[in-house]
Nanobody, 121 residues
Framework: QVQLVESGGGLVQPGGSLRLSCAASGSIASINAMGWYRQAPGKERELVAS???????NYPDSVKGRFTVSRDNAKNTVYLQMNNLKPADTAVYYC???????????????WGQGTQVTVSS
């Protein structure tokens, strides 16, 4: 079994910062790409940031220059540093990872449980 556990969400004022963490655990053989998505009420889930095994990152224009994704492969952990937060960033943030389980030959996506980020004064 594989689990992704997120932490670090909360309430922050506009212009503030938060750091999210997501640790993968269980019967893991290998992890490919990792990343973060978010879903605001009434909206579809959208990609916020992704990082591959070589450290190459990808961001949508809405967060570019404000958010930074990183990973610690030894800890099977991905991070999201969010700076200059705006009310439009308010959403539930989900961790995602492409993982190959022990004894399996394929990668499949796994999701965290989600953590609420609220940006408000």
């Amino acid at each position: 079994q594989v689990q992704l556990v997120e932490s670090g969400g909360g309430l922050v004022q506009p212009g503030g910062s938060l750091r999210l963490s997501c640790a993968a655990s269980g019967s893991i053989a290998s992890i490919n790409a990792m990343g973060w998505y978010r879903q605001a009420p009434g909206k579809e889930r959208e990609l916020v940031a992704s990082i591959d095994t070589g450290g190459m990152t990808n961001y949508p224009d809405s967060v570019k220059g404000r958010f930074t994704v990183s990973r610690d492969n030894a800890k099977n952990t991905v991070y999201l540093q969010m700076n200059n937060l705006k009310p439009a960033d308010t959403a539930v943030y989900y961790c995602n990872a492409s993982i190959r389980r022990l004894g399996s030959g394929i990668f499949r996506p796994y999701w965290g449980q989600g953590t609420q980020v609220t940006v408000s004064s």
